[in-house]
Every structure is written in C-alpha cells, then in structure tokens.
DNA sequence: ACCCTCACCTGCACGC
DNA sequence: TGCGTGCAGGTGAGGG
C-alpha cells in the first residue's frame, strides 16, 4: 500500500507517538519478518532500550535507540504500525510487538507477510544494501534536474518502470508513478533516454509536485496509523488520484477516457490524449 | 550491467 | 452460495 507520502505520514505520527519512550518487552511474532536475526536476538536487542529518533528513508522507517543500533523496517504491500492499549487484543498477522510502559504497545501487523524489519548498528545503516542502493530523497537538493537527466540517460527503459526503480527515484511506487507522469503529460512506454531536456525539468518538477501534494492532503486528513478509522487505511487517498484506478473514466484534463496497460507485470494508466510518447 | 519474470502471502471482486 | 481466476499500492532473487 504506502509509498513514500504514505510511509512519511506514518514516520510523524509514529515519531509523535512512540519517540522517547522506553521499550520494556520486544517479542518477534513470526520469525520471517526478521531473517537476520533469531527471535531471541530480535527481543535482546530491543528489549530495555530508549526510542530516540524515528526517521524515514525512501519507504523505509527507521527507529534509533539508544543502544547505537536502528531498527529498520518496510511496510512493503500491507504492513501496518498500531499503538494499542492493554485491553486490546492483537489483531490477526501480528508479526512482531513491542511493549512500553503503562500496557501500552506498537504492534506491527502484516496480513501478506512481505514487511521487513532487521536491526543493525546505526552507524552501518547507510551500507545496508538495501538502504546504499537508495536513489537521493526526491525532496532534497540532491535530487537535481541534473541528477535525473543523468539518470534518464543512463537507462532505456520504459519511463514507469524507470520511476519506480527506487535506486533510479526513490519513494514513486505505482500510484505516485502513474500520476507523476500524467503531471508531466509523458507516457508511460516513452524510453527514458528519449526525453527531451524540457521534458525531464517538468517530470522532475510533477514528481515533487506529486509527492508533496499527497503528503499535505494526507495531514490534513486523519492519517493516524493507529486509529483505525484513519482516512489513510480507508481509501480517502484515492480521491486525489487523477489517472490511478480510472480505467475508463473521463481524463481531468481533456475527457477522453483513461486507458491502461501493463508493464513489467503492473497496472499502469494514463490519458491517452494528454500523456504524448 | 541491464532487463524481465517470478515468488513471497492473503483477501477480495468478479464471472460462471 | 460456492468455486475458480485474476488482481492488489513492494521488492529481491535468479535467469537470460
């Protein structure tokens, strides 16, 4: 479900919730979620530590203790963070939990099982494979005009898969993709060495544009991952969608129909009039 | 190095 | 109602 507007949403909300506080219990529910460690391994190391900073790397969350190691964790397709009192039951596909104080606990819930989480030392979170292979973030000054353009060049793929390559862009998955490249009126099958000059400095702005948008619309909703009526896990998102999901409904833009195709395996859509290869 | 397909899971919408 | 099929927003492994 989340990309990176989503899983920045969820790092605030956690950050407000659980930053400070004191893990008294860790336990690792189902061991695949964590391969790196044992389940035993997985509770020493968090047990008793302190919550000091949740931050946010592409789509991944990262939780640093005060033990000098991060938890890093990724939602993947339905991974889900609830804080939950002690009255609360777990809910099915609960994977792992941890304990804080006063019955209160973050449970993380998993109904495909794809999340992840591993604990390493902080100072080595930036040699993680999968945190080195990382494209810049899309929001900071390293993510340049000149840095896409590069990146553009240096492959010849279809421009949505291209995008959603996260060491090429990260933080775009499907939906964000898709949208971006409405913004930019670019198809989705134009080869990414093709695009003109002009062209990229307006899908460099779209992806900004994109990401910013839905992460503002997202704090003004309830996105409070621990509320379970939050607008975020009941699709109030899917209103600001212009081409996602709209197979066959009027463009915004022009009103010709939405069209889709497959790439790569995945849905993708876009206005067959506004979006030129 | 790149590109593509598949696998990892469960649930849901759909058609028969 | 029940069953089979295909699909779902992410990513890595493994093949060519």
Known sequence: MP?????????????????????VRAELVRARLAPHSTPEEFAGALSGTQIKLVARRGKHILFSLDNDRTL??????????????????????????FHFQDGVRLVFQDQRHFGFMRIAR?????????VKKLAPEPLSDEFSVEYLRASLRASNRAIKEFLIDQSRVC?????????????????????????????????HQAIREIITEAIDAGSTLNADPSDSDSAYYGGEYERYWRVYAREGLPCVECGAAIKRLKQAGRSTFYCPKCQKR
């Open 3 to 23: 990309e990176l507007p989503e899983v920045e949403l969820v790092t605030r909300f956690l950050r407000s919730l659980v930053c400070g506080q004191r893990i």
């Open 72 to 97: 890093v964790t990724h939602l993947r397709m339905s991974g889900r963070f609830m804080l939950l009192n002690s009255d609360d039951e777990n809910p099915r596909f609960t994977h792992a939990v």
């Open 122 to 130: 902080t100072t080595e979170i930036a040699d993680l494979p999968e």
């Open 171 to 203: 933080g775009l998955g499907n939906i964000y993709a898709a949208e971006a490249l409405f913004l930019a009126q670019v198809h989705p099958s134009k080869r990414t060495s093709t695009l003109s000059r002009q062209r990229t400095a307006l899908l």
